[in-house]
């Protein structure tokens, strides 16, 4: 006979995630709100939020009565209850923030990193940035680094970074997790700047974030999920041949976007080049939304825009009727760092459970 079992735990883990995200989402809500929100019962809505409020994750206060009857009570997101670390490892610099359990920004730091800077060199400037951020900040659930690929976003390895010597095979994950006491999450710096369209306000548009910064790469969201590919490295578009003929490129392969955008003489003759190679990327991704971020789109904003959308309007004259929206990220410097606490975040919500069952809010810092 087939299992028609119920798994009840799953259940409860899931309606809590349900309740919590919905709160987040709608910045506060009265308990019908939710019921009618969520499709779960009023009966159900109650016995689950009094665990919410107990575990320190939500707060509940009363509206001031403005006519006959019982003012409605709401319950928000208790934002200091929990906070999460993101940092971004990049070429030549590192950056580390913490934010609430809302995804609010709190504090940050970083700074430059020497010229061909060793893994433990990263691991000591990050662990060290850590250990300052999480003075004061109860419930840190984790740290997410994205950092410059090819990687392998499972087993937390940095496979032969891409212009960075030394960086074969680097358990970085497993280091820092050594060095700060905390559960580590390792993915891609293009990847984690796209996780700030996904949470905590869900976006099912075809989306490339394009970070266009010591090198070329996008974070892809198709389906309204991020994409990393099978073996976690979708994305390397820095590295689409434009010109076989072109110079050598730090891959190893001649003419990419890539070098092609670095070797330009100037802001505009670099977005069309970019601009080229994305048309190519719309094609075969059926794309809607290209954001463009980093701190070359950054130096030139309105330059990287229009000419990105001139050069796609020339290639593809399919966007009349299939428009591709052009935008510059706002978050600057701290698309990828805000990105990768928000995966801790996202996890945590997604989880909530064990946090919840274990004996009062959770207190780690970096040891």
């Known amino acids: 006979m087939p299992d028609t079992g119920v798994n009840l735990r799953g259940m409860r883990q899931h309606n809590r995630a349900l309740l919590l995200t919905h709160i987040l989402r709608a910045g506060e809500c009265s308990r ?7 499709g779960l019962t009023q009966q159900a809505v109650s016995k689950i939020l009094p665990r ?25 997101i208790r934002a200091g209850a929990r906070h999460a670390l993101g940092a971004r490892l990049d070429r030549d610099e590192f950056h580390v923030l913490r934010t609430d359990l809302t995804g609010h920004i709190e504090a940050s730091t970083g700074g430059p990193l020497p010229r061909g800077f060793t893994p433990e060199q990263a691991v000591d400037a990050i662990a060290d940035a850590a250990r300052r951020l999480a003075t004061g900040a109860e419930g840190l659930l984790g740290l997410c680094v994205g950092a410059v690929g090819p990687l392998d976003h499972h087993s937390g390895v940095v496979r032969d970074a891409t212009d960075m010597p030394g960086w074969h095979d680097v358990p970085l994950r497993e280091l820092l997790a050594a060095r700060t006491g905390l559960p580590v999450i390792l993915d891609k710096n293009t990847n984690a700047a796209a996780f700030t369209r996904l949470w905590p306000h869900h976006s099912p548009r075809a989306t490339a974030v394009v970070l266009v910064g010591t090198g070329i790469g996008v974070g892809l969201i198709v389906d309204g999920r991020l994409y990393r590919g099978p073996r976690t490295n979708a994305g390397e578009f820095g590295h689409t041949t434009l010109d076989h003929a072109g110079p ?10 890539e070098i092609l955008h670095d070797s330009a003489p100037d802001p505009h003759t670099a977005a069309g080049l970019l601009g080229i190679g994305l048309a190519d990327l719309v094609q075969v991704l059926d794309l809607e939304r290209i954001v463009l971020a980093g701190r070359a789109v950054r130096a030139a904003p309105e330059t990287y825009r229009e000419t990105v959308r001139a050069r796609l309007a020339e290639q ?11 935008e510059v990220d706002e978050l600057g410097e701290d698309i990828v760092s805000l990105g990768a606490a928000t995966e801790i975040l996202a996890r945590f919500f997604t989880n909530p459970s064990g946090d919840i069952e274990s004996t009062g809010p959770r207190a780690r810092r970096p040891g």
Do not use: F, N, Y
């Open 52 to 76: 919410l409020i107990d575990a320190g994750l939500l707060d509940e206060h009363r509206q001031p009565a403005t006519s006959v009857g019982k003012p409605r009570t709401l319950l928000r």
């Open 316 to 326: 593809l004259p399919a966007s009349r009727w299939q428009p591709v929206d052009i």
């Open 32 to 38: 019908g709100e939710l019921a009618a929100r969520t």
């Open 248 to 257: 050598r490129c730090a891959c190893g392969r001649r003419g990419c976007v």
